[in-house]
């Protein structure tokens, strides 16, 4: 008797909310009434069961019945799928002070320290002053310049290992190679210096990268149904904590390695560059520490794997295309010769 009242009384909980959440979302229908047409949802997951594994292919086949701007509704949270160039240059040219922000996730809630990531942050005067800050300050031509003996270190150590690897007639993972190779001169010019696995949490700090990379655009149904993020169904919200502090320990002891560094001959990285402006009334650039913490991990992503991936294919294809590969090596020759390595001046005269 006991077990049957307890199983009421779950069935008329689950009822009750379901038609709470209807009564909200049908609230909301009426108060919207010229939303774009679209397909309709589910109580409380709206159209979320309509997309798979391969969403822009089931977001491409809803579009043909529905038309280039079409209303969807993942949980309770109404999305506007836009499908064709015509009606994405109204969104994103014609009206993109609109839509220039994106939504306030989970994810830049606690890796993005509260949306203060270039990434995530509204858009408005922060997200202006920070993008200033980054391109005249950070990615200048002139400070991107300071790094070139830097750069050409770690492409030199590169290409040895390579040799070596050759020499002796062992196999070579060169994906892994191109991709440490980006991580150690992302992180000095970033850091300062290379990460040492060490002084990063038992996972190391490439591969925390790469989570937070994966966790930050990975589904949360909290983002779509805000009123169960306390329950942590996924359990995404306690590793996104985690990843957070050791983020957060991390920067803690770089900004302290870098204000008690008395080396004035050395290149200054990015985080010296902040931290001459926190607390400063000399310039127009309002900084403190979560901000910097925040603006290094946007160009830890940024740069980290997209230029891994982007060199891992080009080899890839030129593997694949010998012709274009022999009419690559016979521009260098000519250009370059035969006597020593390719320098970043060289690429203005590389026209192929």
Same mark, same amino acid.
């Given at each position: 008797m006991n077990l049957?009242?307890?199983?009421?009384?779950?069935?008329?909980?689950?009822?009750? /909310?379901?038609?709470?959440?209807?009564?909200?979302?049908?609230?909301?229908?009426?108060? +919207?009434?010229?939303?774009?047409?679209?397909?309709?949802?589910?109580?409380?997951?709206? $159209?979320?069961?309509?997309?798979?594994?391969?969403?822009?292919?089931? /977001?491409?086949?809803?579009?043909?019945?529905?038309?280039?701007?079409?209303?969807?509704?993942?949980?309770?949270?109404?999305?506007?799928?836009?499908?064709?160039?015509?009606?994405? #240059?109204?969104?994103?040219?014609?009206? !993109?002070?609109?839509?220039?922000?994106?939504p306030p996730l989970e994810a830049s809630k606690y890796i993005s320290y509260n949306q203060?990531?270039?990434?995530?942050?509204?858009?408005?005067?922060?997200?202006? +002053?920070?993008?200033?800050?980054?391109?005249? #300050? /950070?990615?200048? $031509?002139?400070?991107?310049?300071?790094?070139?003996?830097?750069r050409k270190?770690? /492409? !030199?150590l590169l290409v040895r290992?390579?040799? #070596?690897?050759?020499?002796?007639?062992?196999?070579v993972d060169l994906s892994s190679m191109v991709t440490s190779f980006s991580t150690d001169v992302t992180c000095r010019m970033i850091i300062g210096k290379k990460y040492d696995r060490e002084?990063?949490?038992? @996972?190391?700090?490439?591969?925390?990268?790469? #989570?937070?990379?994966?966790?930050?655009?990975?589904? $949360?149904l909290a983002d779509y149904i805000p009123q169960i993020r306390g329950l942590d169904l996924q359990g995404q919200t306690k590793r996104m904590k985690a990843i957070a502090k050791d983020f957060d320990d991390f920067f803690e002891k770089i900004f302290e390695e870098h204000v008690e560094s008395k080396d004035e001959n050395r290149t200054k990285d990015f985080i010296d560059v902040m931290l001459?402006?926190?607390?400063s009334e000399e310039t127009e650039y309002r900084v403190e520490r979560d901000t910097i913490k925040a603006i290094i991990l946007d160009m830890l992503g940024a740069s980290m794997d997209t230029s891994a991936a982007t060199i891992d294919w080009t080899l890839v294809e030129l593997i694949r295309h010998p012709r274009?590969?022999? @009419?690559?090596?016979?521009?260098?020759? +000519?250009?370059?010769?035969? +006597?020593r390595t390719v320098e970043e001046s060289d690429l203005e005269k590389l026209e192929y």
């Open positions: 049957t009242m307890e199983w009421i009384c779950t069935i008329l909980a689950v009822a009750a /909310l379901v038609f709470f959440f209807q009564a909200l979302t049908w609230r909301r229908r009426r108060t +919207n009434k010229r939303l774009p047409p679209g397909p309709r949802g589910l109580p409380i997951l709206g $159209n979320l069961l309509m997309i798979g594994t391969k969403p822009h292919q089931d /977001l491409q086949r809803l579009a043909r019945e529905y038309g280039p701007i079409m209303h969807l509704r993942f949980g309770l949270m109404p999305v506007i799928v836009v499908s064709s160039p015509e009606a994405a #240059e109204l969104f994103l040219k014609t009206h !993109d002070l609109v839509f220039a922000s994106r203060q990531k270039l990434v995530f942050a509204p858009y408005g005067s922060y997200w202006r +002053n920070m993008r200033k800050m980054c391109t005249l #300050e /950070l990615l200048s $031509n002139h400070k991107i310049s300071t790094f070139r003996s830097m270190q770690e /492409l !030199d290992h390579i040799r #070596e690897a050759a020499y002796s007639g062992v196999a002084d990063f949490g038992e @996972k190391g700090f490439e591969a925390t990268v790469r #989570e937070t990379m994966r966790i930050a655009s990975a589904f $949360n001459g402006f926190v607390g274009v590969t022999k @009419k690559l090596q016979q521009e260098l020759e +000519n250009v370059v010769g035969l +006597n």
